[in-house]
């Protein structure tokens, strides 16, 4: 005798289908996003050929990743020039407050979302910042771009990027990879900016972190928690 049991469903398709009703329902697009967001659990999955890591190092949350796997599902539904403001340029939609976004995306989801923004985001904007004032004092020299990237590196690390990343691939055992996908620079970038935090005076840190966040501030308008 077979016997069949109603599995329940996986915490990602119960995440799809609320962001489907929801939209359907009349809900805005973007807050069933986010609810959906919340409403998801898999760190990292394949669809396809296209594979997706959400979450970087552990407890950093690239959480436009996941809203662009999430708008696939629901592309017919949403309205273009707002769907790809948000997945390129980080531009949502509505306004809304800090506490309401961290409401709906629910507090670790919040919380690794902030890991994510400061220690890739803005690690990020550091190094390109960093790398204008090395160019911009060094602007009558012939130089190269690897002398360029080095400088920047010292100025930050202590240590050219090359050393920094034999430290990285040693710790995290990749002393195989030649090359490193986007993935893996997320991985890379987070790592740094973990080592910076051990390595570097708060002082330094504070300084860094604070120039990093006014060009951000002042180029794209973002506020300091990575959206709007």
């Known amino acids: 005798m077979n016997v069949h049991t109603n599995q329940p469903a996986p915490p990602e398709e119960k995440a799809i289908k609320h962001l489907r009703d929801s939209i359907t329902a009349g809900k805005h697009w973007y807050l069933a996003l986010l609810e959906a967001v919340n409403m998801w659990q898999i760190p990292e999955e394949k669809v396809g050929k296209r594979k997706y890591k959400y979450i970087i190092g552990e407890d950093a ?16 539904l949403l309205p273009e020039e707002e769907k790809y403001a948000l997945l390129f340029n ?16 629910g507090e670790q989801k919040y919380q690794q979302h902030l ?12 190094l390109q910042v960093v790398e204008d004032e090395v160019r911009k004092e060094r602007s009558l020299d012939y130089i190269r771009e690897e002398s360029i990237t080095n400088e920047t590196y010292k100025r930050i690390y202590d240590m050219t990027q090359a050393e920094l990343l034999k430290l990285f ?17 997320k991985e890379f970038t987070y790592w740094s900016f973990k080592y910076r935090l051990k390595t570097c005076d708060r002082a330094r840190i504070a300084s860094d972190t604070r120039k990093a966040l006014t060009w951000l501030k002042e180029k794209t308008g973002k506020n300091t928690q990575g959206f709007g």
């Open 115 to 126: 890991n994510f923004f400061y220690g890739i985001t803005v690690e990020e904007v550091l």
């Open 90 to 105: 980080g531009e949502p939609p509505l306004k809304i407050e800090p506490e309401e976004f961290r409401r709906l995306i």
């Open 169 to 185: 691939k040693r710790e995290k055992g990749y002393h195989y990879l030649h090359e490193m996908d986007m993935t893996m620079l």
């Open 61 to 76: 949350f690239d959480w436009l990743l996941l809203a662009e796997r999430l708008c696939r599902t629901v592309d017919e």
